[in-house]
């Protein structure tokens, strides 16, 4: 497995840094009133949308709102049909030119204090913004229904919120016991690796598995080669867009039980490591792995071969 030139541990980080959450926080939701932030009323659904989080770039598309977009931001190319949107550079302090040369009437931005300038410049010029923190279960079920407000699709959302719901319900009913103990290997070089901290350690208890570094608050905690050896996980789970080699073939790395009795699972980083539509997906993902170990080099993963369905907006 090769490094890709982009992954650096902080970007990986980045990508696995989200809240725990639980199933009970996706719930089924109740109609909202679609509001500007500062609490002005929505002038109307957005028709020219540009979105600078790859999550709501997929959200837009499951909702039946991807003829909507006219910008996206350089990583949301999910779905395919995304990435004949034009591309309008990062989400984090992103270019403001680049984003009105598209003439949006609504930009999705990451809230914080990174892009707090651009949305007010955006809001000066008359353009409406909506910030989301996109981190935990809890923040995709709020974002859903948020864009579906802000495009007109209430319906569409909220329907795609019973069906994550459903999805990840079907995952836990299935879920074989006892839990397996597992590592799940983030970066190799300080080794890093997934906290309580982040949504990915509740997938795997869905999954059926105990993160053996669970008791550590950060989402993607710095750990050393002893402490996974002291820890004892029965399995290694790593993702095939990670960097550098695989856990089985990286010096000292056989000093962990697990990885020299060769209980090294490989899942779709891909697919795991994006929080949207195909949560589900990867929460089945993430049990294939644990209970069935990795599938054939020449075999996608489940998630990733599923027909995307034909989402159409409902208001």
């Known amino acids: 497995m090769r490094p890709h030139a982009w992954r650096t541990p902080g970007i990986v980080a980045a ?14 939701p109740g109609p909202r009133e679609g509001r500007r932030p500062g609490g002005q009323d929505a002038v109307g659904p957005a028709t020219r949308v540009v979105s600078l989080i790859p999550a709501a770039t997929e959200i837009l598309f499951a909702i039946g709102a991807g003829d909507r977009l006219v910008g996206r931001t350089h990583w949301g190319v999910h779905p395919a049909a995304a990435r004949a949107v034009p591309d309008v550079g990062d989400g984090i302090r992103p270019a403001l030119e ?3 040369a598209r003439e949006p009437d609504l930009v999705v931005v990451v809230a914080g204090s990174d892009n707090r300038g651009v949305a007010r410049r955006l809001e000066s ?4 913004t909506l910030p989301l923190t996109h981190n935990t279960l809890g923040d ?13 699709c209430g319906g569409s959302a909220r329907s795609l919120v019973r069906r994550i719901h459903d999805g990840l319900a079907d995952v836990e009913r299935e879920r074989e016991p006892p839990p397996v103990r597992v590592y799940y290997d983030v970066w190799p070089d300080p ?20 993160n053996v570094f669970g008791d550590l608050p950060a989402p993607s905690p710095q750990v050393s080669l002893e402490a996974i050896v002291r820890r004892d996980p029965e399995l290694v789970l790593y ?14 790395w056989d000093n962990i039980p697990a990885i020299a009795a060769g209980r090294v699972a490989r899942i779709d980083g891909e697919l795991v490591t994006r929080l949207g539509p195909r949560v589900a997906d990867a929460a089945r993902e993430l049990a294939r ?13 489940p998630g990733s071969i599923r027909p995307p369905e034909e989402a159409v907006c409902v208001p």
Request: glycine residues 16%.
């Open 140 to 152: 995709l079920e709020r974002n859903i229904l948020a864009l579906g407000d802000a495009v007109g």
């Open 239 to 252: 993702w095939t867009e990670g960097g550098g080699a695989a856990p089985d073939e990286r010096p000292g």
């Open 289 to 301: 792995a644990v209970h069935r170990g990795s599938a054939p080099a020449d075999e996608p993963s």
């Open 125 to 128: 010029l008359g353009v409406r």
């Open 98 to 100: 680049a984003i009105m």
């Open 15 to 28: 990508l696995v840094a989200l809240g725990a959450a639980t199933l009970a926080i996706l719930r089924g």
């Open 191 to 210: 080794p890093m690796t997934i906290g309580a901290g982040s949504y990915l350690d509740s997938l795997l208890t869905l999954a059926g598995a105990r």
